[in-house]
C-alpha cells in the first residue's frame, strides 16, 4: 500500500542533543510537510518543500532544519533541542497541494 | 488572517446516535476543506475532502458538507459506533499550500 512512513515513532533526546526524524513516502507525491504539534493543540506548519524548493514559515525558530535529499525522503534537523520542542512531529505529503496524507507521527520527548 | 474554530471541543454520545461536528471559518477564500480523525497518540487520517465548488461529500457513515460564503462545514456521522471516538479536526486550504487546523472536538461514543 502507498503510504507515508515516519521512523522513529517515538524518539528520547537529550536537552541541547542533536535529533533527526525521517520521512518516507511510496505515494510519489511532489510535495512534502512538517507539522508539529503539541498536547491538545493544532498541528503546526514548520515548513514544506514543493518539489526541491524549501518554503519556511515565518514563525519557524531557526533551530529547526529540513533536508530533502530526493522525492522520497525527507528529515527534519533540531539542531538544539529545548524542553519546548518535546511534541509529536507529523510528515505529510501532497500532489501539487491538493489533499494531504499524513504519516503516523513521531513523539518527541527532551530529558 | 485564516483563523478555524470548531464547536464543541468535546462531544458524548450513546452508541447508535447520530451526530453532528461543527467547523467554521473566518475567510470564505478558500480552495479545499478536509476532515481529519486523529487517535490518541497517532497521525491523522483523512476522512473526506471537499472542493470549494462543492457542496458535500460522502463516505460509508460520513457526510461532509461546506458552505463557503457563510465559512461554515459540518460532518455528520450516522449510527455512531465506539469505535468512531478520536479527535475530528478539519482544515482549511487557502492560497499556497498551507492548511489552517482548527483545534478539534473530540468525540467519545459510549456503550
Known amino acids: 500500500d502507498a503510504m507515508v512512513i515516519q521512523n522513529p515513532r517515538y524518539q528520547v533526546t537529550q536537552f541541547g542533543k542533536p535529533v533527526t526524524l525521517s520521512c518516507s513516502q511510496t505515494?510519489?507525491?511532489?510535495?512534502m510537510y512538517w507539522y508539529q504539534q503539541k498536547s491538545s493543540q493544532a498541528p503546526k506548519l514548520l515548513f514544506h518543500y514543493y518539489d526541491k524548493d524549501f518554503n519556511n514559515e515565518a514563525d519557524t525558530p531557526d533551530n529547526f532544519q529540513s533536508r530533502r535529499p530526493n522525492t522520497s525522503f525527507c528529515f527534519l534537523d533540531i539542531r538544539s533541542p529545548g524542553l519546548g520542542d518535546a511534541a509529536m512531529y507529523l510528515c505529510?505529503?501532497?500532489?501539487?497541494?491538493?489533499?494531504?496524507?499524513f504519516g503516523p507521527g513521531t513523539r518527541l520527548t527532551v530529558t | 488572517k485564516q483563523e478555524v474554530t470548531q464547536i464543541p471541543a468535546a462531544l458524548s454520545v450513546p452508541e447508535g446516535e447520530n451526530l453532528v461536528l461543527n467547523c467554521s471559518f473566518t475567510?470564505?477564500?478558500?480552495?479545499?476543506l478536509q476532515w481529519f480523525r486523529q487517535d490518541p497518540g497517532k497521525g491523522l487520517t483523512s476522512l473526506l475532502l471537499i472542493q470549494s465548488s462543492q457542496r458535500e461529500q460522502t463516505s460509508g457513515r460520513l457526510n461532509a458538507s461546506l458552505d463557503k460564503s457563510s465559512g461554515r462545514s459540518t460532518l455528520y456521522i450516522a449510527a455512531s459506533q465506539p469505535g468512531d471516538s478520536a479527535t475530528y479536526l478539519c482544515a482549511v486550504k487557502g492560497g499556497g499550500n498551507k492548511l489552517t487546523f482548527g483545534t478539534g472536538t473530540q468525540l467519545k461514543v459510549e456503550l
Open positions: 505529510a505529503t501532497s500532489s501539487d497541494g491538493y489533499e494531504q496524507y
Open positions: 475567510d470564505s477564500a478558500i480552495y479545499n
Open positions: 505515494l510519489n507525491h511532489n510535495v
